[in-house]
């Protein structure tokens, strides 16, 4: 499956089945979060395994989840973040969903885990002394088998013309504009890379040899992680187009039109 089916198709698993992975499997998850520690290096981010997930799900059960609902499988992992700054929480976002990517070839269920509203005392009674700066979780295992038969809920998603700007915020841009620049498919499909309760705080601006992205506010918050999770599917999407090149963040609160956005970076062509 490329990139761009993955995105369309790509959805949270809300329940695993109670079986562990098997052996092959959890060998090959615990490479790849070898490797993408190795890729953090001295980030201040560190990938933790837990094994055995049924003390971390009774210990979180009505205080973390999804959307206030714990997400119960059979192993989970972690990443802690030493700093909170927005750099960092936007950089876990870009590495926990390029992790993902690499889980889903398994052929592997995920789901986020948000431990935002726990006290970090809490959290170290759970994950140990050293883990009081972990702010998800990312639920994996086996999916559980869905009814064919059962109504399967769709989440919204917003059209290019509510998220993607020509220049400046606001101002509308055609598709015709963006194929013209090679950008129509890439801002087709990045519309469906997940966010926090699907609000798809993102919006790019895109120029002649460039793209801006900022984050909107929503309720006094910015989704920093919703920005790295863009980020990284963005860059897989252009790699597809031939394009190798890496966002420069520059993070920073700007207002604009009475309305407050946080600029993220650029990502040049």
Same mark, same amino acid.
């Given at each position: ?116 509203? !726990? ?136 207002? !604009? ?6 600029? !993220? ?5």
């Amino acid at each position: 499956m490329n990139m761009a089916d993955f995105l369309k198709s790509r959805k949270s698993t809300r329940e695993f089945k109670k079986q562990n992975l098997k052996e092959v499997d959890l060998k090959e998850v615990k490479l790849l979060i070898e490797r993408m520690n190795k890729e953090l290096g001295e980030s201040g981010m560190n990938l933790g395994f837990y094994e055995y997930g049924k003390h971390i799900s009774d210990s979180l059960r009505g205080i973390g989840g999804y959307a206030g609902v714990m997400i119960e499988s059979p192993h989970y992992i972690s990443i802690d973040i030493k700093s909170h700054s927005p750099k960092a929480l936007v950089d876990s976002g870009y590495y926990m969903e390029k992790l993902i990517s690499g889980i889903n070839k398994l052929g592997l269920g995920t789901c986020w885990v948000s431990l935002n509203d !726990i006290e970090d005392e809490r959290k170290r009674a759970i994950f140990g002394e050293e883990s009081g700066n972990t702010e998800y979780l990312l639920a994996i295992g086996y999916a559980k088998p869905k009814n064919p038969f059962a109504q399967e809920s769709f989440s919204e998603r917003r059209g290019i013309e509510e998220i993607v700007f020509l220049e400046e915020m606001n101002n509308l841009v055609s598709m015709d504009t963006l194929e013209d620049r090679g950008l129509g498919d890439l801002l087709f499909y990045i519309r469906f890379a997940p966010s926090t309760k699907n609000l798809q705080p993102w919006r790019f601006i895109v120029h002649n040899e460039s793209v801006d992205l900022f984050i909107e506010e929503f309720n006094g918050k910015y989704s920093y992680a919703d920005a790295g999770i863009a980020m990284y599917y963005f860059e897989e999407l252009a790699k597809r187009q031939g394009l190798n090149n890496k966002w420069d963040t520059d993070i920073k609160e700007v207002t !604009i039109d009475g309305v407050n956005y946080m600029y !993220i970076g650029t990502y040049k062509f």
